[in-house]
């Protein structure tokens, strides 16, 4: 075959490759279809819980790029009361990141109300996924709302 034959199909080649590609990805999610019973991507998912505490190990203000005001990046560590059997769960030696649930950081009306500072200690459950292509694992506090948006 002539070189310059097959450097003239590239592209077309190329092309067909992006249209079916682009066929094959599903899009965005209806709720009112979800709620029909197709099938969601990425749930239905299931979490087995792993009591303990958290420790709010660093409180630093940060600016975040389109909010108003400062935000807060907040650091803890979390010791399980009992062993954590998901290898990729532990959290021995580790800091994790307290974000809102959309994953932006809390503001200083968020902080003051549920008094968040350095050295507080919260009851905390870790969930560690167990079925499902969910988040592999998330913090829930006790006491703190992390929906609580109007008081960013």
Known sequence: MEM????????AVFTLGLLFWGLAIPGPVD???????SPILG???EYKGYRGQARIVSVQPVLSAGENGTTFEVAFSFHSAVPISESFARTEGRTFLLTMRNGTYPGQKFLEKYRIETDRVFDCTLQVITKGTCTPTQFEFAG?????YGTR
């Open 43 to 45: 749930g239905p998912c």
């Open 31 to 37: 709720p009112e279809t979800a709620a029909a019973g």
């Open 4 to 11: 310059g034959i097959l450097f003239r199909s590239l592209p």
């Open 144 to 148: 703190i709302d992390l929906n609580d």
